[in-house]
């Protein structure tokens, strides 16, 4: 069973175009997470949900917006996407914040592609 | 501001050389410290993590790390590198109050 899944796996779309990411894990995780890896493969965190409430929101534009519908999940939308939002966008969830954090358990990743 | 440096872009070991990845931290406290590996296409894997107690950690695919206080340094080692080895390795840090920090990435490939 995969502990933190992210569909799809690769998207390509146009610009101006909204599209969702999805994540779901099943590891009973209390923390969940939204990283951008861009194209020199620097991890950037976006946004970080406990509890399906929002701890973390980084200088993200707010075309993009998170969803936690509940703490198993956490959704990734994007509206009016542009080309520089290409990259992959990898999924976490942790048992804990802070220092309380034993580490991340990440999804294999979206590659998003914007032409 | 807390930051993580890992001063190696790219290194090229043969296989069954040893290898050691460098990572340094620049910040007052002892953070708690990872080791992620990266396949070509892959998410990325917890390696190993230090928290406390004994400064030398073992971790898994045979790797272990050394944190150094007084260097604020946690490099990481493997004594014979094998091909499947090759991938892209981050360090990170989480500090006290603060979240995960990664370094830059060092890419590491294997030749036969």
């Known amino acids: 069973d995969t502990a933190v899944s992210q569909t799809p796996k690769y998207l390509v779309t146009q610009m101006g175009n909204d599209k969702s990411i999805k994540c779901e894990q099943n590891?009973?995780?209390?923390?969940m997470y939204w990283y951008k890896q861009d194209s020199k493969k620097f991890l950037k965190i976006m946004f970080s949900?406990?509890?399906?409430?929002?701890?973390i929101n980084e200088t993200v534009p707010n075309r993009f917006s998170p969803k936690s519908p509940d703490k198993a999940h956490l959704n990734l939308h994007i509206n009016s996407l542009e080309l520089g939002d290409s990259a992959v966008y990898f999924c976490?969830?942790?048992?804990?914040?802070?220092?309380?954090?034993?580490?991340?358990?990440f999804g294999s990743g979206t590659r998003l592609t914007v032409v | 501001a807390q930051s993580v440096t890992q001063p190696d872009i790219h290194i090229t070991v043969s296989e069954g050389a040893s290898l050691e990845l460098r990572c340094n931290y620049s910040?007052?406290?002892?953070?708690?410290l990872f080791w992620y590996v990266q396949s070509p296409g892959q998410g990325l894997q917890l390696l190993l993590k230090?928290?406390?107690?004994?400064?030398l950690v073992q971790g898994i695919k045979g790797f272990e790390a050394e944190f150094k206080r007084s260097q604020s340094s946690f490099n990481l080692r493997k004594p014979s590198v094998h091909w499947s080895d090759a991938a892209e390795y981050f360090c990170?840090?989480?500090?006290?109050?603060?979240?995960?920090?990664f370094g830059p990435g060092t890419r590491l490939s294997v030749l036969p």
């Open positions: 976490a969830s942790s048992l804990g914040t802070g220092q309380s954090n034993y580490g991340y358990t």
């Open positions: 990170a840090v989480v500090f006290y109050g603060q979240n995960f920090v």
């Open positions: 590891l009973g995780h209390d923390t």
């Open positions: 230090y928290f406390s107690g004994d400064t």
């Open positions: 949900y406990n509890n399906k409430e929002l701890i």
């Open positions: 910040y007052g406290a002892t953070p708690y």
